[in-house]
């Protein structure tokens, strides 16, 4: 029985022109501060937050708001409210994903923005101004990196694989020795991007990654043809009153069943 094609939801295209305008502006107003020592406060003791996340996010949250008042708001960088839960769609937003990294002067952060309904994102945008990079994607019409349509790589005898050392060592022994260990990138976002634009496979995500880190990242690596799912197999969902989720695996093939198989033995 052949698979319907998913059908957009009404206003997404509208909404994605929306998200990349705004997470264009953002990356102008954080390049801003790129490599000129912003001040920095730490959240919790160990999360850095820059005055340059503070100021894209205002920009954002101004900005997105203005053009859909009846949207839910979520992000890193302001306080929940669970008025939120009763909106239809809700912008999903991570002003700087990869704020170490900035700070460090790596280039591979991004702004990270989404639409989300009924727990799926609709609309998704990764804007990386220090990369020269936009990546963004709707449902069931491919995902796009500076306008040209990317695909996540086929699959080869020798896998190029980031993230934690500790959980890339539980792969497998028969397939350690087909895995290119890459360097372990701080902007989650940014290195599901790199698996949906061919120059990764697969990664890992430790426990507690929140939806503003993966939501527009989720949409773009599905539509080029990969998945990121949880340790039952699922896909995350957006959103909701839980935005922490636990361990996950992205990649595509037979890789990603490998991580996924590893990710199920993990007790969380």
């Given at each position: 029985?052949?698979?319907?094609?998913?059908?957009?939801?009404?206003?997404?295209?509208?909404?994605?022109?929306?998200?990349?305008?705004?997470?264009?502006?953002?990356?102008?107003?954080?390049?801003?501060?790129?490599?000129?020592?912003?001040?920095?406060?730490?959240?919790?003791?160990?999360?850095?937050?820059?005055?340059?996340?503070?100021?894209?996010?205002?920009?954002?949250?101004?900005?997105?708001?203005?053009?859909?008042?009846?949207?839910?708001?979520?992000?890193?960088?302001?306080?929940?409210?669970?008025?939120?839960?009763?909106?239809?769609?809700?912008?999903?937003?991570?002003?700087?994903?990869?704020?170490?990294?900035?700070?460090?002067?790596?280039?591979?952060?991004?702004?990270?923005?989404?639409?989300?309904?009924?727990?799926?994102?609709?609309?998704?945008?990764?804007?990386?101004?220090?990369?020269?990079?936009?990546?963004?994607?709707?449902?069931?019409?491919?995902?796009?990196?500076?306008?040209?349509?990317?695909?996540?790589?086929?699959?080869?005898?020798?896998?190029?694989?980031?993230?934690?050392?500790?959980?890339?060592d539980m792969v497998p022994a028969h397939w350690q020795s087909r895995?290119?260990?890459?360097?372990?990138?701080?902007?989650?976002?940014?290195?599901?991007?790199?698996?949906?634009?061919?120059?990764?496979?697969?990664?890992?995500?430790?426990?507690?990654?929140?939806?503003?880190?993966?939501?527009?990242?989720?949409?773009?690596?599905?539509?080029?043809?990969?998945?990121?799912?949880?340790?039952?197999?699922?896909?995350?969902?957006?959103?909701?009153?839980?935005?922490?989720?636990?361990?996950?695996?992205?990649?595509?093939?037979?890789?990603?069943?490998?991580?996924?198989?590893?990710?199920?033995?993990?007790?969380?």
């Amino acid at each position: 029985m052949p698979v319907p094609e998913p059908v957009i939801s009404a206003g997404a295209a509208e909404d994605l022109a929306v998200l990349r305008e705004a997470a264009r502006e953002a990356g102008v107003i954080a390049m801003r501060y790129f490599g000129k020592n912003p001040q920095v406060w730490m959240k919790g003791g160990t999360s850095p937050v820059s005055e340059a996340d503070h100021a894209a996010d205002a920009y954002l949250q101004r900005t997105l708001l203005a053009a859909r008042p009846d949207y839910g708001w979520l992000s890193e960088e302001t306080a929940d409210d669970p008025v939120r839960l009763s909106a239809r769609r809700t912008f999903v937003v991570d002003p700087i994903d990869g704020t170490r990294g900035f700070l460090e002067g790596q280039r591979s952060w991004c702004v990270s923005v989404a639409v989300v309904e009924d727990g799926r994102t609709l609309a998704g945008v990764l804007e990386c101004p220090a990369m020269q990079e936009t990546y963004w994607a709707l449902p069931g019409e491919g995902a796009f990196r500076n306008g040209t349509r990317i695909a996540v790589r086929e699959p080869s005898e020798l896998a190029t694989i980031s993230g934690l050392k500790s959980m890339i060592d539980m792969v497998p022994a028969h397939w350690q020795s087909r895995l290119n260990r890459a360097p372990y990138y701080p902007s989650l976002a940014y290195r599901l991007a790199m698996i949906a634009n061919g120059q990764l496979d697969a990664t890992f995500v430790k426990p507690n990654a929140h939806d503003w880190d993966i939501a527009a990242a989720d949409l773009i690596l599905r539509e080029a043809g990969g998945e990121l799912i949880d340790r039952h197999g699922r896909p995350p969902r957006y959103a909701g009153e839980v935005i922490r989720h636990g361990t996950l695996a992205a990649g595509s093939g037979a890789l990603l069943a490998v991580l996924a198989g590893v990710i199920a033995g993990l007790e969380e």
